[in-house]
């Protein structure tokens, strides 16, 4: 059983625009979030974390949102770039085990 | 090195023969995680070790996959009479006690020919 949920197996944003990286997750006893970002032929690195305690944290250009109540997490990219292209993993944490979403393959076309 | 690091980084089997598949995690770290990416496809979770903890093998995909893993150190897994379906990429990670965030190695890409 899938516990943390990417519906959509890929995004195309132009360049400049924000990209919305959706994930949805079923446990409510997972308590901390994070997103990664992998290219091709390399393992994927972490990007960014958030909290349970908080609805929102941003790193530059990488904001993530945190809406508990929906059991949604999303990660907004603004403004895109090309170099953004990559596949994006969603991961959540119940304080014993990581569980990853499918990833998003996203294309920022320039 | 200080990161998680794979062997082989690709592998090129024929089809029916055993290949295992190597991790070694970050020092210190308790926990250790191995997933499959088939081409095109997500991230497939396979088997979770967690210290000295009966390990979850629930993503493992038939009794042809194992994995060991002694104490805090490396990780194996091995595939026995590999099919064309097992080609992926092989990534495993790690993470600490404390679990902020979970660390991957370069991976293993997997052809069977």
């Known amino acids: 059983d899938q516990q943390v949920k990417q519906n959509s197996p890929s995004l195309s944003v132009q360049e400049g625009r924000i990209s919305i990286l959706n994930c949805d997750y079923t446990?409510?006893?997972?308590?901390?979030f994070l997103w990664y970002k992998k290219y091709p032929a390399e393992g994927p690195t972490f990007l960014i974390s958030?909290?349970?305690?908080?609805d929102k944290n941003e790193d530059g250009r990488f904001t993530v949102f945190l809406n508990k109540s929906a059991k949604h997490l999303s990660l907004h990219i603004v403004p895109s770039q090309p170099g953004d292209s990559a596949v994006y993993f969603c991961a959540a944490d119940t304080g014993n085990q990581f569980y990853f979403g499918t990833g998003t393959s996203l294309t920022v076309i320039p | 090195g200080a990161g998680v690091s794979q062997s082989p980084s690709n592998k090129v089997t024929e089809k029916g023969k055993d290949v295992e598949l190597r991790c070694d995690p970050i020092?210190?770290?308790?926990?250790l995680y191995w997933y499959r990416q088939r081409l095109g496809q997500g991230l497939e979770f396979l088997i979770y070790f967690q210290g000295n903890s009966a390990p979850d093998k629930s993503g493992l995909p038939s009794d042809r996959f194992s994995a060991e893993r002694t104490g805090e150190s490396v990780s194996t897994l091995t595939i026995q009479r590999t099919q064309q379906e097992d080609s992926a990429v092989y990534l495993c990670?790690?993470?600490?006690?404390?679990?902020?965030?979970?660390?991957f190695g370069q991976g293993t890409r997997l052809t069977v020919v």
């Open positions: 020092s210190g770290h308790t926990a």
């Open positions: 990670a790690s993470s600490s006690y404390m679990r902020t965030e979970a660390f």
């Open positions: 446990n409510s006893m997972f308590d901390y």
């Open positions: 958030i909290s349970s305690i908080k």
